[in-house]
């Protein structure tokens, strides 16, 4: 496997980590990003799956303004598994984004069936609950794709920097999209575009957790990391950082590398 350069620069370049920013000019240019791309590929629009989290708040905002501006559609996802405990939050995010139209799927039976069938050797509870949180993330990457098959759109991602330094995302599940506006912003960037974007308060600002795992519901990203957002975003715009968080950061990125490559061959 081809290795990165694992320092604060290297990373910051390989992720396109901008040195000055401005919410402003950055949510524009990727609205028109959005616009010129689905206008170039003959899409007829996007879908996202949208959470009720920042990230896919914003992206979704973002690819639904870039439609309007092309005559295209927004296709907004609801992908709970079961009953999602914050749905009142993704109602807020549905309300501010305003798709054209939102398709929601159950992924439960799915992810369930899908489990169960193929429980080949005892992982044990802890191991096997998270399997079961990256099917469910593979899912929900399915259903986006069998509906934007069916309308001939593009499936939009919420990947950032933040997350991607820390290989923070499900391969071939929240992994998987064909466009993704938010890449190279740091999680407190896409914060600032959020409240350009006037996105309900409570969204910006709530604590981001992939929300997979059923033993650990709604476990806090920071938690899992062993880093906050804040020094992981300090990292990534070139500021000093503890020794602590330093390693932290560089061994996720070292150990995550083949989420960012594309599949080896001899």
Do not use: W
Not at 55 to 72: E, I
Not at 126 to 154: H, I
Request: aromatic share 6%.
């Amino acid at each position: 496997m081809d290795t990165e350069p694992i320092d604060q620069d290297s990373i910051r370049a390989a992720l396109g980590v901008a040195e000055e920013f401005d919410a402003a000019q950055e949510a524009e240019r990727r609205i028109q990003f959005l616009a010129d791309y689905q206008s170039a590929s003959g899409a007829s629009g996007y879908v996202l799956g949208i959470s009720g989290g920042l990230d896919s708040t914003v992206a979704g905002r973002l690819a639904g303004l870039a439609c309007a501006r092309t005559g295209g559609t927004f296709t907004a996802m609801r992908l709970p598994y079961g009953r999602q405990r914050d749905e009142s939050d993704a109602a807020d995010a549905l309300a501010f984004i305003e798709p054209s139209a939102t398709v929601t799927v159950d992924i439960k039976p799915a992810v369930d069936s899908l489990h169960d069938e193929t429980a080949v050797n005892d992982l044990g509870p802890e191991r096997s609950d998270f399997v079961k949180g990256n099917v469910k993330a593979r899912q929900r990457m399915v259903a986006q794709y069998a509906v934007a098959g069916r309308l001939g759109s593009l499936v939009v991602g919420t990947d950032h920097a933040a997350e991607a330094v820390m290989g923070f995302f499900t391969k071939y599940g929240d992994g998987a999209l064909d466009v993704a506006p938010l890449l190279g912003l740091t999680k407190g960037r896409v914060r600032d575009i959020g409240r350009h974007l006037g996105a309900p308060a409570h969204l910006v600002e709530k604590v981001p957790t992939a929300d997979l795992e059923e033993l650990r519901p709604a476990l806090p990203d920071e938690e899992a990391y062993g880093v906050t957002y804040q020094e992981i975003d300090a990292y990534l715009v070139g500021e000093d950082v503890g020794e602590r968080a330093r390693g932290v950061i560089e061994t996720a990125y070292r150990l995550t590398a083949h989420k960012r490559q594309l599949p080896p061959g001899p």
